[in-house]
């Protein structure tokens, strides 16, 4: 069949739905939440919805643990309110995709309770199970690592093998504890998948964004790491050897719905991605989220934070939108429920307006299918919390045990507080009002205190709002030269200046992106001097040879 690949001039927007909205009082986001907000969502001028996992979970790592793929977690409502979500969002013209997280399952999953507790039951072999190596005595000593099955880290806690005396073997987590890999190259694991993905769509969403789901055929034997010197096993279970044909599997179901996969994919490349998302018979996702990009201030294998480097940031623009051309499609994000917010970041908070702007417009007027976050629109920013017992986000607990045995326990915080997941976790501000009108209870999260300056009531009905411009820039993206042109890079060794060009059936767009307070000294180049030459976005009045403050401008040629 031919699809239809009508996601490409698409726009997003993502809910981590805990932190959205909510609507019963309980101080939890819920879909009730959701659905009073969907016409708020639609006024963005987005075509569509990705839900962070909305399905029963006991939470060790807010809803990537799931413990029943077919409900709704009843913190957040039930599959009748779930069903007027979907359909409003439909009527709203907007479509649906969840998340699909089969990498692993919690631990308190059905499957895993019977797989722990017997090793003849046919849920055992769900999951990934591994004898320890013993002594002479024959004894596995669970508690020391050395005895465990191989040397692969989790990339949340520690070691990733977890003992289990009822059955006197291990089980692979490359996340928590609570969230055991499941086994693939078991085909009763497929089969499951694909009943998972066939309920929903039945149900009428989308598509999926699968989770990690790069990592979900790990290299036989699963060998020892000796080359990575942290986040020991990535190089063997990412990118696996029966990915391809896995995803083929999971692919046919999504064609017989025409849905939309997508797929998130830490440590890819252009060249590494092609042969899964590059258009044709063989393709596994339209799709990847890839890490390169947010990589400008950090390492995401050993969680090293660095000082944000523009040039490391350009280049992974850069390197998809040229290496994908003509052969596959990008997905475009600054921001989701995984890393601290940008402006914080690659912005500048003293500048939180004009730098919010000049990032929105730098992502979103290049080739692809974009996303915004929730919270993005309106410029939230990074939290600051007195103690680690204040944050919730499983990973930086880890992350700052690492950093305390490195640097000490000072440095340690303030790493934990520069990195922390939590950031972009923190309630949605919608009003100046109590609790940021985000619950009339008492929120499960602290609120971020600049919620009376930063909230969605202020921005609304003001022209010059961050949200404005995101509706504005939103809108732009309808334009041809944005969904269909090429991509050239222009400046592409300054330090503080990312300048690229669109061009489509000889029409031209311009961006221009200041990223530093300091001005900066700037003459458009050859080509767009002329009088046929005009400024369709901005955030400054007028045009000045020297750019001011993260100044972003947009110029259109005919
Ligand atoms: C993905 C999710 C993240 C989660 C992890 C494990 O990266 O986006 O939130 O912790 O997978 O499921
Ligand atoms: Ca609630």
Known sequence: MKRKQWYKDMTFYQIWPRSFKDGNGDGIGDLWGIYEKLDYIRSLGVDGIWFSPLYPSPNADYGYDIADYYNINSEYGDMDIFQKVLDRAHELGMKVIMDLVVNHTSDEHPWFLAAKKDKNSPYHD?????????????????????????????????????????????????????????????????????????????????????????????????????????????????????????????????????????????????????????????????????????????????????????????????????????????????????????????????????????????????KGTAFVYQGQEIGMTNISLPTLEDYKDIQVKQNYNTWKGLFGEKKAMKLARKSCRDSARTPVQWSAGEHAGFTTGTPWFVINENYPQVNVESQLDDEDSLLSFYRKVIAYRKNPVIRYGTYWELEKNHRNLYVYERSYKGKKVLVVCSFTKKPVCYALPEGWQSPNVSKVLGNYEGREDVLRPYEVAVYEKA
């Open 126 to 366: 769900y999951y990934i199970w591994r004898e320890g190596k013993r002594d002479k005595d024959g004894m596995s000593h669970p508690e020391d690592a050395k005895k465990n099955p191989n040397n692969w880290d989790s990339l949340f806690e520690g070691k990733a093998w977890e003992y289990v005396e009822e059955v006197d073997e291990y089980y692979l987590h490359i996340f928590a504890k609570k969230q055991p890999d499941l086994n693939h190259d078991n085909p009763a694991v497929r089969e499951e998948v694909k009943k998972i993905m066939r309920f929903w769509l039945e149900k009428g969403v989308d598509g999926f964004r699968e989770d990690v789901i790069t990592f979900i055929s790990k290299e036989e034997g699963l060998p020892n790491d000796y080359v990575m010197p942290a986040a020991k096993g990535l190089g063997y279970y990412s990118n696996g050897p029966h990915l391809h044909e896995y995803l083929q599997e999971y692919r046919r179901v999504a064609e017989e719905y025409d849905c939309f996969l997508l797929g998130e994919a830490p440590q890819m490349t252009p060249k590494k991605a092609l042969p899964f998302i590059g258009e044709g018979k063989e393709q596994d996702l339209d799709m990847m989220f890839h890490f390169q990009h947010m990589e400008a201030d950090c390492l995401m294998t050993d969680y090293l934070q660095l000082p944000f480097n523009l040039r490391k940031m350009k280049r992974a623009f850069s390197s998809w939108q040229n290496d994908l051309e003509g052969k596959g499609w990008n997905a475009l994000y600054i921001e989701n429920h995984d890393h601290p917010r940008i402006i914080s970041r690659y912005g500048d908070e003293q500048y939180r307006v004009e730098s919010g702007k000049m990032l929105a417009a730098m992502y979103l007027l290049q």
